[in-house]
């Protein structure tokens, strides 16, 4: 009911279908068919047709998802549910919502995708999404699905997560407040929801937040851990030895899901043995030296001699049962079929394995698992836990990729670590001369920017700083941006500077950069930008006033009534940017009574601006290459017809190399989404284009054909 409320009252989707919720692991699937033996298929083929095996009903694949699903429901409406899904699956009625394909064993994940196509094949009125890492989703794009990547969070976000933080722990809203300026993001990061969520979670428990991640998921850890020795003999440090051992053991195996069996095994070897028992001791009799053997002799065989048998196995210690059970149902496990137990969230299992690797001294680990995605957030941890000098200068010392992967790992390992360890130095200095580079890819360098931020390093305002005296005018706007996010008062002034800069972005960026620094100050300045600059700066002194909550859009609405005409056209832009019910008001009372035609029509384009936000739909189907009507007109002024399917493919080859800017951009575009091994090189040809577009296009092309398929691509 929630979920179909919110699909109709937030994003506008008036079909009525019923949500099914499905993690991956828990599907309980027939094995991958064997390839059949060459010798063996041509027998079959050559074999008389009346001795051919009768054809097989194939499966239903609706089948496995009903019954992973039934059997997660309650008792009460367990015999009716496997109905209900399969009506609501026929009928088309049903949305289909696929969790944690990434967490399939790797040796299962083949037969998954199989399963997935197939069930798309049989019910295509089903929707289905999948929630995939960004890294090789390329099968799913090959079964037919389009890839949207999940927005990153936002400060805003945030303060909504507090705010309902607040009210569930029964606070008020300075609590909220309060809660949502200790939660607010580092500048240049996107937080990971599961960070913010814990964090919040401990301020609910204990009415701090942690200074970092490391501690906010060992707090978190422990909370969970607390239950554990309320029925069982463990203590919480014995439970967290038990945890920290079976995280590091799936790491290493490259599993994701453990038994009974192996939890038992794990608690067996903490739990202290039970004391020796003094009466059997005393029964212990001597051992008679064995007799000469006997020749050997026909007739009915002789019992193995008592010392031949295996020894007795040694008593288990008392309460490892209760323990067993307490540690699935802390909280920290979650069940993934019959005898299959998984960690709530792959990060909880990072830190964890991370936390034993600093226990048992297993540094070497990290050595052999340095660039292995998998391990990414155990790595991450281990940053914040123990010294990782010598894993930062290998990785420092060997060559990077096309995209500097290898410089943002020991960025991230720097943003994770404490602010004395002396290796964050050499980071943030390669950082800084990696950002100050003059002929830097545009997306390169905003994420050089974006990683010294995100070390909230004490001289990042003086590395600024220094960029804003370069003679490159991308340099010192990005240079303003970052000095604008470290939302420092001080800085207003060199904003106000960069206002009279020659080239007009940098101005813009001064003007963005006061909004970023927020608060009365912050928006004072916006509101001088807005009355007294010329017309650009004004236009985006107003866009970035509708960005700073209910201040800034007060404002807007007050500038409505000023006397300059020019002022008031800058403030339709905000005012179309807020996207709200009053703004609109405003903007048809203005296109209706305003005295100026320059303001009338202004209005008149802001309304039509806001209609096209509201009516924009967005398009979920794959690319068709030979229905790409820029292409087919491309291709017919060149006598070069399109054909069909794949072979449409050598005249979008021509268009990226021989076509103008448009023309390239829109070839860059196309193959972001269905190019493959073979448009890498077409597209690292366009790195070298004069124009700043296109080489940044195709650069962001070639990130996400590497994402989708795992290609690493060399540099040069």
Not at 25 to 37: D, R, V
Not at 517 to 545: M, N, P
Not at 635 to 651: F, I, N, Q
Not at 685 to 699: E, G, I, R, T
């Amino acid at each position: 009911v929630f979920a179909e409320d919110n699909a109709q009252t937030v994003l506008g989707i008036e079909e009525h279908r019923l949500p099914i919720y499905l993690h991956l692991g828990e599907l309980t699937l027939e094995p991958e068919p064997p390839a059949p033996l060459a010798p063996l298929a041509d027998a079959l083929a050559n074999a008389p047709a009346s001795s051919a095996p009768a054809p097989t009903k194939p499966s239903d694949p609706a089948q496995p998802l009903i019954d992973a699903v039934a059997a997660r429901l309650p008792l009460l409406i367990q015999a009716n549910a496997p109905g209900m899904l399969r009506n609501a699956i026929k009928r088309g009625e049903a949305i289909l919502l696929l969790d944690g394909l990434d967490e399939v064993e790797a040796d299962a994940r083949s037969n998954a995708m199989r399963w997935i196509t197939s069930f798309c094949e049989a019910n295509a009125g089903v929707r289905v999404v999948v929630a995939a890492v960004p890294i090789g989703h390329a099968p799913l794009l090959d079964a037919g699905f389009t890839a949207i990547a999940l927005a990153p969070w936002t400060p805003a976000h945030v303060t909504r997560l507090a705010e309902r933080w607040a009210r569930a722990a029964k606070g008020g809203e300075q609590d909220a407040a309060r809660l949502a300026e200790t939660l607010k993001p580092v500048p240049g990061t996107a937080p990971l929801p599961i960070d913010v969520t814990l964090a919040a979670f401990m301020w609910q428990k204990r009415g701090s937040v942690p200074p970092n991640r490391a501690t906010a998921y060992g707090q978190t850890v422990d909370i969970f851990l607390e239950s554990v020795q309320a029925t069982s003999p463990m203590s919480p440090l014995l439970a967290r030895a038990a945890m920290g051992r079976l995280a590091l053991s799936l790491f290493k195996e490259n599993r994701f899901t453990t038994t009974r069996a192996e939890i038992e095994k794990l608690v067996t070897e903490l739990l202290p043995p039970p004391p020796p028992d003094p009466r059997k001791a005393a029964e212990v009799k001597p051992v008679t030296p064995p007799l000469p053997e006997a020749p050997a002799e026909a007739g009915p065989a002789t019992p193995t001699p008592a010392a031949e048998l295996p020894p007795p196995e040694p008593p288990k210690p008392k309460g490892v049962p209760e323990s067993v059970e307490a540690l699935i149902k802390c909280g920290l496990l979650v069940e993934r079929g019959k005898d299959r137990f998984a960690f709530a969230h792959r990060r909880v299992q990072g830190y964890l394995a991370a936390w034993q690797i600093t226990q048992s001294g297993e540094g070497a680990l990290l050595m052999q698992h340095l660039e292995d995605a998998e391990w990414s957030d155990v790595l991450e941890f281990c940053a914040g836990l123990v010294n990782v000098a010598p894993l930062v200068d290998m990785l420092l010392k060997r060559d990077d990729d096309l995209f500097h992967s290898r410089l943002w790992t020991v960025a991230t390992w720097a943003a994770s670590a404490g602010p004395d360890v002396a290796w964050r130095g050499k980071v943030l200095a390669q950082l800084a001369q990696f950002f100050m580079q003059s002929d830097q890819l545009g997306p390169l360098r905003q994420r050089a920017m974006l990683a010294l931020l995100s070390t909230q390093d004490k001289g990042l305002g003086y590395v600024f700083k220094q960029a804003m005296a370069s003679p490159d005018p991308l340099v010192r706007a990005l240079a303003l941006r970052g000095l604008g996010m470290l939302s420092r008062e001080q800085d207003l002034p060199t904003f106000e500077g960069a206002l009279k800069d020659s080239d007009a972005s940098v101005g813009e960026a001064a003007v963005r950069a006061m909004g970023s620094v927020g608060g009365a100050t912050g928006i004072e300045h916006l509101a001088s930008v807005l009355l007294e600059a010329d017309e650009s700066q004004r236009k985006v002194a107003a866009l970035t006033l509708a960005e700073c909550g209910d201040e800034g859009q007060r404002l807007l609405k007050d500038a409505v009534r000023e006397d300059d005409m020019l002022v008031r056209r800058a403030t339709t832009f905000g005012l179309a940017a807020t996207r709200a019910d009053w703004a609109r008001e405003i903007l048809v009372k203005l296109e209706k009574d305003d005295p100026q035609w320059f303001v009338r029509s202004a209005a008149s384009e802001a309304l039509a601006s806001m209609q096209s936000v509201q009516e924009y739909a967005l398009d979920c189907s794959p690319i068709a290459l030979d229905k790409q009507g820029w292409l087919v007109e491309w291709g017919a002024t060149r006598g070069m017809p399109v054909g069909l399917g794949r072979s449409a493919e050598p005249v979008l080859m021509r268009a990226l190399a021989e076509g103008d800017a448009p023309v390239k951009l829109a070839a860059i575009h196309t193959l972001a989404n269905i190019g493959g091994e073979a448009a890498i090189e077409p597209l690292r040809a366009q790195l070298a284009s004069s124009d700043p577009d296109v080489h940044d296009a195709a650069y962001q092309a070639l990130k996400a054909i590497s994402d989708k398929t795992g290609i690493k691509i060399a540099r040069g």
